[in-house]
């Protein structure tokens, strides 16, 4: 047998039992199991009844029941279609405060970028993160959106809008040097302001998009949100790896999807996401339906059913914010921000098994816009909500893991010869 | 028997056997959210039939569902969803290339007709014998020694299951 296929069957055998050896069940799947014994048992019921010859009698009592059921439905809980919630640790324990997620270096930040917009002009810059000094303007633009994202080594890669339904993409390097990538169509472009946002892999050879496609005359010109993953070399490769839109996804027209985030190893590309409908404030947190998780691209294994992990049990009332995800050096553990009533949290994701765990707890003002690691992943930098109101702004503080976070600097606006250039959402 | 008393041998069979069944689903999807729908469709069809079943044959019960559920699903809904061009591996072959070593028996697996790849799963991982996997699969003991026999052929090209080489003695 092995001489005729060339495979060893006990190579096979010890193979499969050893690629299954980290796959542990969801937490919480007896909760989600239970549901839907009870539909299968009704079902078996209705069967029988059905037999009888009152097949008429038991579809209108099962529309009844299932308006019934759906009238019954408590606020806090998922709208059909979406995923039950993950088990979350307590939220109201204390902060475990060295978990070796942070390491205690001095801090020394190499850089924050900027863009600030006014006029339909652009600039991209470059911050000192200890003072909010410009050091450089990286590149200039007027009459475009620009959007950017990072790579490990400083380069930046812009995106503008153009008029013809894509973007043109340019790597930006340290020096100001810019170096044209090519166009990636399929996503609105210049128009308002829906540019897509995006993320490069660590080393630079993938981007992850996420921003509203195309009006598809085919589907009376309806516009969807798109995600898709395509491969960078001396230019961006038109056709995606990845490519898929909301509806796609099993559970029907599912979320909204936010920025991507890749993992350090670069393997994943993982997206927060919103469902259901509701609201949020900070005296009584999450109201209605509103479910918050996460999409998980595996890029090496990309499908149209990516793995969706809610975040949070929608009692909690929290709310996952959709800036910027932090990604570690270890891949299965992302840092994201969320809301709730009257409190706000950092939180770690356990993408593998879904766990939640606190690891800082503040009041709601100033308000954790988002958190991503410095460029040597060693410190966690904080954006908050600027202090005084106004068109643009950050404020920016520094979190160690261990001590309370710790302010670096107020900026509202940049004055760059006779342009005021007003802040929109940082990178570093 | 009363429905709680019911409900209550149905959890606990779920729980002492729901991690060994999970990781036959994941071997079936190749996903491991894909393995927790199928496992859980499965698991409430099993439910439907749970009074009836003897709980020693309730395992086979469960795969017999769990590999006819996958083969279902796989023709309605699976089958060419995967929007892949190329193979990803291609785009950062240096990033990916340990990734896709470990990765490459589950990508051939996933290469695999369906009842091919079941029929693999239950001989190699559950160590089910030709007559049981026929009768999961619904077919033939002659099928699946055909299935077994071709799927072991198209799985050649996975180099960790390439045998040995035994080392050439000068005469």
Same mark, same amino acid.
């Given at each position: 047998?092995?001489r005729?296929?060339?495979?060893?069957?006990?190579?096979l055998?010890?193979?499969?039992?050893?690629?299954?050896?980290?796959?542990e069940?969801?937490?919480?799947?007896?909760d989600?199991l239970?549901?839907?014994?009870?539909?299968?048992?009704?079902?078996?019921?209705?069967?029988a009844?059905?037999?009888a010859?009152?097949?008429?009698?038991?579809?209108?009592g099962?529309i009844l029941?299932?308006?019934?059921?759906?009238?019954?439905?408590?606020?806090?809980?998922?709208?059909?279609g979406?995923?039950?919630?993950?088990?979350v640790?307590?939220?109201?324990?204390?902060?475990?405060?060295?978990?070796?997620?942070?390491?205690?270096?001095?801090?020394?930040?190499?850089?924050?970028?900027?863009?600030?917009?006014k006029?339909?002009?652009?600039a991209?810059?470059?911050?000192?993160t200890?003072?909010?000094?410009?050091?450089?303007?990286?590149?200039?633009?007027?009459?475009?959106h620009?959007?950017?994202?990072?790579?490990?080594? @400083? %380069?930046?890669?812009?995106?503008? +809008? #153009?008029?013809?339904?894509?973007?043109?993409?340019? =790597?930006?390097? !340290? $020096? &100001? /040097?810019?170096?044209p990538? @090519? %166009?990636?169509?399929g996503?609105? +472009? #210049?128009?308002?302001s829906?540019i897509?946002?995006? =993320?490069?892999? !660590? $080393? &630079? /050879?993938?981007?992850?998009?996420?921003?509203?496609?195309?009006?598809?005359?085919?589907?009376?010109?309806?516009?969807?949100?798109?995600?898709?993953?395509?491969?960078i070399?001396t230019?961006a490769?038109p056709k995606?790896l990845?490519?898929?839109?909301?509806?796609?996804?099993?559970g029907?027209?599912?979320?909204?999807p936010?920025?991507?985030?890749?993992?350090?190893?670069?393997?994943?590309?993982?997206?927060?996401?919103?469902?259901?409908?509701?609201?949020?404030?900070?005296?009584h947190?999450?109201?209605?339906?509103?479910?918050?998780?996460?999409?998980d691209?595996?890029v090496?294994?990309?499908?149209?059913?990516?793995?969706?992990?809610?975040?949070r049990?929608?009692?909690?009332r929290?709310?996952?914010?959709?800036?910027?995800?932090?990604?570690?050096?270890?891949?299965?553990?992302?840092?994201s921000?969320?809301?709730?009533a009257?409190?706000?949290?950092?939180v770690?994701?356990?993408?593998?098994?879904?766990?939640?765990?606190?690891?800082?707890?503040v009041?709601?003002q100033?308000?954790?816009?988002g958190?991503?690691?410095d460029?040597?992943?060693r410190?966690?930098l904080?954006?908050?909500?600027?202090?005084?109101?106004?068109p643009?702004?950050?404020?920016?503080?520094?979190?160690?893991?261990?001590?309370?976070?710790?302010?670096?600097?107020?900026?509202?606006?940049?004055?760059?010869?006779?342009?005021?250039?007003?802040?929109?959402?940082?990178?570093? | 028997?009363?429905?709680?008393?019911?409900?209550?041998?149905?959890?606990?069979?779920?729980?002492?056997?729901?991690?060994?069944?999970?990781?036959?689903?994941?071997l079936?999807t190749?996903?491991?959210?894909?393995?927790?729908?199928?496992?859980?469709a499965?698991?409430?069809?099993?439910?439907?039939?749970w009074?009836r079943?003897?709980?020693?044959?309730?395992e086979?019960?469960?795969?017999?569902?769990l590999?006819?559920?996958?083969?279902?699903?796989w023709?309605r809904?699976?089958?060419?969803e995967?929007?892949?061009?190329?193979?990803?591996d291609?785009?950062?072959?240096d990033?990916?290339?340990?990734?896709?070593?470990r990765?490459?028996?589950?990508?051939?697996?996933?290469?695999?007709?369906?009842?091919?790849?079941?029929?693999?799963?239950?001989?190699?991982?559950e160590?089910?014998?030709?007559?049981q996997?026929?009768?999961?699969?619904g077919?033939r003991?002659?099928?699946?020694?055909?299935?077994?026999?071709?799927?072991?052929?198209?799985l050649?090209g996975?180099?960790?299951?390439?045998p040995?080489?035994?080392s050439?003695?000068?005469?």
């Amino acid at each position: 047998m092995t001489r005729r296929h060339d495979v060893d069957p006990a190579r096979l055998r010890a193979q499969l039992h050893r690629l299954t050896q980290i796959i542990e069940p969801a937490p919480d799947y007896l909760d989600r199991l239970r549901p839907r014994l009870r539909p299968a048992r009704r079902r078996r019921t209705a069967g029988a009844i059905a037999a009888a010859g009152l097949a008429v009698a038991v579809g209108a009592g099962a529309i009844l029941v299932g308006l019934l059921v759906g009238d019954r439905q408590p606020p806090g809980e998922p709208p059909p279609g979406v995923p039950r919630t993950m088990v979350v640790g307590a939220v109201e324990a204390r902060p475990p405060l060295d978990r070796g997620l942070l390491r205690r270096d001095p801090m020394r930040f190499q850089q924050l970028m900027e863009q600030y917009e006014k006029r339909r002009r652009s600039a991209l810059l470059r911050l000192d993160t200890a003072t909010g000094k410009v050091r450089s303007v990286l590149y200039r633009t007027q009459g475009r959106h620009l959007a950017w994202a990072l790579r490990d080594d @400083g %380069t930046a890669a812009v995106e503008t +809008g #153009n008029s013809k339904c894509a973007f043109d993409l340019t =790597a930006v390097a !340290p $020096d &100001g /040097r810019a170096t044209p990538l @090519g %166009t990636v169509p399929g996503f609105e +472009g #210049n128009t308002g302001s829906s540019i897509a946002s995006f =993320a490069l892999s !660590p $080393d &630079g /050879r993938l981007l992850a998009v996420t921003g509203t496609s195309c009006p598809d005359p085919r589907r009376g010109g309806a516009l969807h949100w798109r995600v898709a993953v395509y491969r960078i070399g001396t230019s961006a490769d038109p056709k995606p790896l990845v490519s898929f839109t909301a509806s796609d996804l099993p559970g029907g027209a599912l979320p909204n999807p936010a920025d991507p985030s890749f993992s350090a190893d670069g393997g994943h590309v993982v997206l927060p996401y919103e469902a259901g409908q509701g609201g949020f404030d900070w005296e009584h947190g999450v109201s209605g339906r509103i479910v918050t998780g996460f999409l998980d691209i595996d890029v090496a294994h990309p499908t149209r059913a990516p793995l969706r992990r809610p975040l949070r049990p929608s009692g909690a009332r929290c709310l996952v914010f959709h800036n910027h995800l932090a990604f570690g050096r270890d891949p299965a553990k992302l840092i994201s921000v969320e809301g709730c009533a009257g409190r706000q949290h950092l939180v770690e994701v356990d993408r593998g098994s879904g766990r939640v765990l606190p690891l800082l707890t503040v009041p709601t003002q100033p308000a954790l816009l988002g958190a991503d690691f410095d460029a040597a992943r060693r410190h966690l930098l904080l954006q908050q909500s600027p202090p005084r109101q106004g068109p643009g702004g950050i404020s920016l503080a520094a979190w160690d893991g261990v001590r309370s976070p710790r302010h670096l600097f107020d900026l509202g606006e940049v004055q760059l010869g006779r342009v005021t250039y007003w802040l929109s959402d940082p990178q570093w | 028997v009363p429905r709680s008393e019911q409900e209550a041998a149905f959890e606990a069979f779920v729980a002492a056997r729901y991690r060994r069944l999970l990781h036959t689903a994941y071997l079936l999807t190749g996903d491991q959210g894909r393995a927790e729908d199928l496992l859980q469709a499965s698991l409430a069809k099993t439910w439907s039939a749970w009074p009836r079943l003897h709980q020693a044959a309730a395992e086979a019960y469960v795969r017999t569902v769990l590999v006819r559920t996958y083969a279902s699903w796989w023709r309605r809904r699976w089958r060419g969803e995967h929007p892949v061009a190329q193979p990803p591996d291609r785009a950062a072959p240096d990033e990916f290339a340990r990734l896709a070593e470990r990765d490459a028996l589950l990508r051939a697996l996933g290469r695999l007709p369906a009842r091919m790849r079941a029929a693999l799963v239950l001989r190699y991982f559950e160590d089910y014998s030709e007559r049981q996997i026929a009768d999961a699969l619904g077919c033939r003991v002659g099928t699946v020694k055909s299935l077994c026999s071709r799927g072991l052929a198209r799985l050649r090209g996975v180099p960790s299951l390439q045998p040995e080489q035994p080392s050439r003695r000068s005469p």
